[in-house]
């Protein structure tokens, strides 16, 4: 914090603002790639998942592609059947069984 009230109080040297931006542009790309990769993988496997081409999680890499990925997977039929659910009782068999007459 000291180190940024001295940097707003002295005027920066023109070749240190220079050597200062060349690194932030070095750094940038790899810092861009490593977010579009931490984004884009998980959405490769729920597009595979879902039944839709892979390929459709790289629509992120577009602005408000993202959106259109969204809405796709939102709001159109996936190609898959639902796994059972461990645990859950089975479904009661459809109609419902009328009781039984009582015996006399």
């Known amino acids: 914090m000291h180190n940024l009230a001295l940097l707003l109080q002295a005027p920066m040297d023109p070749a240190a603002a220079r050597h200062l931006a060349l690194v932030f542009l070095a750094i940038l790309p790899i810092v861009i790639f490593v977010g579009l990769i931490i984004v884009i993988v998980p959405f490769w496997f729920i597009c595979k998942k879902a039944g839709f081409s892979p390929w459709l999680s790289l629509l992120l890499i577009i602005p408000f592609g993202n959106l259109v ?11 898959v059947v639902p796994a059972p659910q461990l645990g859950w009782p089975p479904y009661p068999p459809y109609p419902p069984q009328p009781p039984y007459p009582p015996q006399a």
């Open 69 to 79: 990925l969204y809405y796709v997977l939102a709001f159109s039929e996936w190609k």
